[in-house]
């Protein structure tokens, strides 16, 4: 069964620094890029930002909102996708979802979505 | 970043019907949509991706068509079981958007 199993969430003051994992199962882990996607309380769902597998350089994107202060890596030998997420401020309070994303590829162009998806993991940014 | 806006909000309905919620695109997304169903306190699941293609072991009731920037997910015959918040999302970007979600309540 293809699984994702998010870890890591919790209480944190602002400013402070939090790593989410993601465990995967089920699935060739390397052979596909990963992204997290959070969800604020009674809100929509963001993309956050994701990380390409190793064929495809293992480079990473990210939201505006998040760029310079999330890191997202990977860990191929233990199936587990990590995001580091620095600098936490109020409005990053939510669920955290990491999702398998699928690529379909076309003449020199690449185009990913979110197949999979793990339960979530709660992050809550509070003094 | 592409803007994604779906229309309605919020829709009742009964259990038999078929409903339609839209979602348009600020820019043209060829055919690279997805849609998502999502319980409250669950994950979102994969309903439809590329505009139409059904993901496996979703039930036939569900369809999606449109490109460029008009897009439609229909819901025939309306369970139970459909009532529940949806989301369409762009994929033609690395950096995906989503709409902010269509309620479905029962009427």
């Known amino acids: 069964e293809v699984q994702l199993v998010e870890s890591g969430g919790g209480l944190v003051q602002p400013g402070r620094s939090l790593r989410l994992s993601c465990t995967a199962s089920g699935f060739t882990f390397g052979d596909y890029a990963m992204s997290w996607v959070r969800q604020a309380p009674g809100k929509g769902l963001e993309w956050v930002g994701f990380i390409r597998s190793k064929n495809y350089g293992g480079t990473t994107e990210y939201a505006a909102s998040v760029k310079g202060r999330f890191t997202i890596s990977r860990d191929d030998s233990k199936s587990i996708a990590y995001l580091q997420m620095n600098s936490l401020k109020t409005e990053d309070t939510g669920v955290y979802y990491c999702t398998r994303d699928t690529l379909i590829t076309m003449v020199r162009a690449y185009y990913y979505f979110m197949d999979v998806w793990g339960k979530g993991t709660t992050v809550t940014v509070s003094s | 970043d592409i803007q994604m806006t779906q229309s309605p909000s919020t829709l009742s309905a009964s259990v038999g019907d078929r409903v339609i919620v839209t979602c348009r695109a600020s820019?043209?997304?060829?055919?690279?949509l997805a849609w998502y169903q999502q319980k409250p306190g669950k994950a979102p699941k994969l309903l439809i991706y590329k505009a139409s293609s059904l993901e496996s072991g979703v039930p036939s009731r569900f369809s999606g068509s449109g490109s460029g920037t008009e897009f439609t997910l229909t819901i025939s015959n309306l369970q139970p079981d459909d009532f529940a918040t949806y989301y369409c999302?762009?994929?033609?970007?690395?950096?995906?958007?989503f709409g902010q979600g269509t309620k479905l309540e029962i009427k």
């Open positions: 999302q762009q994929y033609n970007s690395y950096s995906r958007t």
């Open positions: 820019q043209s997304i060829s055919s690279w």
